[in-house]
């Protein structure tokens, strides 16, 4: 027994040789991620986690500041537009250089987005909207110098519209729009941006020790970036961090300068200084199927769910604040409409709640009265609906939610609750047969997109909501109200009121992100709109 | 030596036949999985859906891109992970396999000389206090899974003794001790609940008395004369077991952030990502028939009673 002791004491002592103290390096942050990267090729990116990752290598034409203003970043100055708001002509820096020190010209934006549309290169980008002749390129149909884009000369780009977008001064920040060397790219073909030698960038950063899968990599300063006086940190090294816990513990252990918190952890960092949270455009919504497709490719009003009373019962029948407070203990905020806060401001700078109005809300005595009336007018006691949603924790805790809620507020709805994987889910919406399933949208620069997931000819419309008002509404403001934007607004009010007057969906809440912030970091910029939430390139630790 | 390797042509014949089987039933099952392999699938339009298909060639009918497939595989060609936009799958399980397989072989070689040294001093003292603890562990060992441990582990030597790092795959072999621990609990209580078994049977047997009786100490007979008898039966269940925890753990690798294979398969499943499905389920049916071959092969060799087929 001794003998066992002291051999314990012996690999304690062994043990402790090996601990390290973790020095400080005033130039260098220890940044966090949720997951691997799908790409880094800023032509392909369509998602969150690659839209952080490639936003610190790219050099896009516009970044957004902290309003969500653009403001020249590429370009030296924000675009000329032409009269009937179709044509964009834009200057680019005559400074810009590569990682390499080659100089950054106007054709290689023009490259960029060609590659977005090149049916060659397969992207499943869906930012880069409205460019004339996309659709056509993307089919085969035209050759890629057909795209609305093309280089006036080496520093001034032109971009030419189907129709007039206001909003497209603020796509212009996507990092799509950030130069790609043709000449180095074609060299690497199929290879191109698989790994960090793969890939030139123009950007603050360059990408280093990537090669692919990894979940740990670093961002090194670009000495020829045009602005590198201004970028503080000579490495920004990234860290994939799965487990909730691990990332915590790394956070307070000083290894993490920033970790996500999920909503199940906000509540242990609620009032310390380095909670941060961040609304995002991120809407959940409960979806409805009105229209169900058969078995012979017709579609039928869906026996329950074609009822408006029904539908009207269930919108005004849940209570979100609960949800949002008590479920998701603050990780989002009750929806005010269809379309979320924060994307979007009216003509008189008013919010989306302020301008239309807070049109979701918990009436219990009014959704009793419509499922009474909505039962009668179906004829039965009692109805079954089965609420399909995926299978990660947030989505069990919602639908788990949403059953009780709907139960116990609606006597005589019975809900059938079924979790499953998210492509089972994704699978049974556009089979356009379900009953309720716990979907979401989240826009990134137009909040047009909102009330479009239910256009009647629109793919995504899982409800398969059929609406010529809503048609044409949508199509005005896709077309004609392109250069009258109060016309616009007021045409997006009325897409919204319409949607929920007719309880087409019934939005549930507006996702908030939490984060620990190392509360000594400064400088960087927080964003709702596009795929990257943060803007670290000029941050810097506080002296 | 011509029984020999008219047996071993005959493992590798149906080591091929059933690799073969695996991957076809794979290939069928996959493509009845609901939904796209592609990450954006929810707002992609018909069009671009129609792109897709067609640079991937999924447009092809079914048993044509079986074929294609096959065709790819024999030469090499495991095809391109659509997760991870298109990586080739062969850069993704070589960038992956490392820090899985040197996990699982540390785990297996640590969980597997600690478990067997205590299984031979839990049979040493059968009945008594320490069989009991030893016993005890073993359960346990068997019970709580690994994700349990890893937590404690890290609470233990990460947070409250700063002894290793919390997590990730920085520090060299400092970053692999506490995987590795938690991984290597459940070999060693395998292991020490079957050598405990085996050698209680062994040490109650004639050759063991004649030892006692020639006034061998009890140490020296368990592990120089016990053990090479109860070690037989253990390699058995050893095999199966390093190919496992060499495919990586989902829970564990997430846990301390070590960039394994071990969520890939779960994820490329989830994702649809079809050409990740083959080559993971390939690799993983590959390495198992091969452990198990040289197992039996490993089992003639040592133990003679077993002999290959048509010996006498």
Not at chain 1, 270 to 298: C, Y
């Amino acid at each position: 027994m001794k003998r066992f002791a002291a051999g314990i004491v012996f690999l304690i002592l062994i043990l402790s040789l090996f601990s390290v103290s973790y020095a400080e390096d005033n130039k260098v942050l220890h940044w966090f991620i949720g997951g691997e990267i799908t790409t880094m090729d800023t032509t392909k990116v369509y998602d969150t986690l690659s839209g952080e990752a490639v936003f610190l290598f790219a050099d896009p034409l516009y970044r957004l500041d902290q309003n969500a203003d653009p403001q020249p970043n590429l370009a030296v100055a924000l675009p000329e537009i032409s009269e009937d708001g179709t044509v964009y002509t834009i200057t680019i820096r005559d400074d810009a250089k590569y990682a390499n020190g080659d100089p950054v010209k106007a054709e290689d934006v023009v490259y960029a987005v060609q590659r977005v549309f090149d049916p060659a290169v397969g992207s499943q980008n869906s930012s880069v909207t409205g460019i004339k002749n996309r659709l056509a390129v993307r089919a085969g149909e035209l050759p890629l110098e057909e795209l609305g884009v093309k280089a006036v000369s080496d520093t001034v780009l032109e971009i030419t519209l189907e129709a007039a977008d206001p909003y497209f001064t603020k796509k212009l920040a996507d990092t799509s729009y950030s130069p790609i060397p043709k000449a180095f790219a074609e060299e690497k073909g199929e290879g191109y941006a698989l790994s960090a030698d793969a890939l030139l960038s123009a950007g603050p950063f360059i990408l280093a020790g990537w090669t692919g899968t990894e979940i740990s990599w670093s961002y090194v300063k670009n000495p020829y970036y045009w602005d590198a006086d201004n970028v503080y940190f000579d490495e920004i090294i990234y860290q994939v961090v799965k487990d909730q816990n691990t990332a915590l513990n790394l956070y307070e252990a000083g290894q993490l300068d920033g970790v996500n918190v999920s909503s199940d952890f906000i509540p242990l960092y609620e009032g310390q200084p380095d909670l941060t949270k961040i609304s995002t455009l991120r809407m959940t919504n409960l979806e409805q199927n009105i229209n169900q497709l058969q078995g012979d490719g017709s579609y039928t009003p869906h026996p329950i769910l074609s009822n408006e009373n029904i539908r009207k019962a269930l919108f005004y029948g849940i209570d979100r604040e609960e949800l949002c407070t008590e479920v998701l203990n603050g990780a989002a905020a009750p929806a005010v409409g269809v379309i979320p806060n924060g994307i979007a401001s009216s003509p008189d700078g008013q919010s989306v709640a302020e301008s239309f109005g807070v049109q979701v809300y918990f009436d219990l005595d009014a959704a009793q009265a419509y499922l009474k009336k909505g039962l009668e007018e179906l004829g039965v006691d009692s109805v079954k609906l089965r609420l399909v949603t995926s299978d990660t924790d947030e989505s069990i805790k919602i639908g788990t939610y949403l059953q009780s809620e709907i139960q116990e507020n609606l006597p005589g709805v019975i809900i059938d609750l079924a979790n499953v994987p998210s492509s089972v889910r994704f699978a049974e919406m556009m089979g356009y047969h379900f009953d309720l399933a716990l979907g979401g949208w989240t826009g990134d620069y137009d909040p047009t997109s909102y009330p479009n997931q239910f256009e009647t000819s629109y793919e995504h419309n899982h409800a398969k909501w059929v609406s010529e008002e809503l048609t044409g509404l949508i199509s005005a403001l896709n077309n004609e109200d392109g250069n009258d934007f109060e016309a616009r607004w007021e045409h997006l009010k009325q897409a919204n009121h319409y949607l929920i007057d007719n309880a087409v969906v019934i939005p549930l809440e507006q996702a908030v992100n939490g984060y620990l912030i190392n509360p000594n970091l400064t400088g960087y910029i927080t964003h709702q709109l596009g795929y990257s939430v943060f803007d670290l390139s000029r941050a810097s630790f506080a002296e | 030596m011509k029984r020999w390797s008219k047996y071993i042509g005959k493992r590798l014949f149906y080591m091929a036949l059933t690799l073969l089987i695996i991957a076809s039933a794979t290939f069928f099952l996959m493509n009845v999985l609901p939904g796209t392999p592609y990450n954006n699938q929810d707002r992609l339009t018909a069009a671009q859906l129609e792109m897709l298909n067609k640079k991937y060639g999924f447009d092809q009918p079914l048993f044509q891109r079986y074929i294609n497939y096959l065709k790819n595989i024999l030469h090499g060609d495991f095809g391109i992970s659509l997760q991870f936009s298109d990586q080739p799958v062969a850069t993704l399980l070589s960038q992956r396999m490392g820090p899985s397989i040197q996990l699982g072989l540390q785990a297996v070689l640590f969980g597997t000389v600690v478990g067997v040294f205590l299984g031979v001093i839990a049979a040493m003292h059968q009945n008594k206090f320490l069989d009991v603890f030893c016993s005890l562990f073993a359960i346990t060992g068997r019970s709580v899974p690994n994700f349990v441990v890893a937590v404690l582990l890290q609470l233990l030597f990460a947070i409250t003794l700063n002894w290793l790092p919390i997590g990730l795959w920085n520090e060299g072999f400092r970053s692999t001790i506490l995987p590795t621990l938690a991984l290597s609990i459940s070999p060693m209580a395998e292991s020490c609940r079957f050598i405990r078994t085996e050698m209680v049977e062994v040490l109650s047997s004639d050759y063991i008395e004649l030892a006692r009786a020639k006034g061998m100490s009890e140490i020296r007979i368990a592990f120089s004369h016990g053990l090479r008898n109860a070690l037989i039966p253990l390699i058995t269940v050893l095999g199966p077991m390093t190919v496992s925890l060499m495919t990586g753990s989902l829970v564990v690798e997430n846990i301390f952030a070590v960039p394994g294979i071990g969520e890939q398969f779960t994820k490329s499943i989830l994702s649809n990502d079809y050409y990740t499905i083959m080559a993971v389920t390939i690799l993983f049916s590959a390495l198992l028939v091969a452990v198990i071959f040289l197992t039996d092969i490993l089992y003639q060799i040592i133990d003679p009673r077993v002999r290959v087929e048509g010996a006498k």
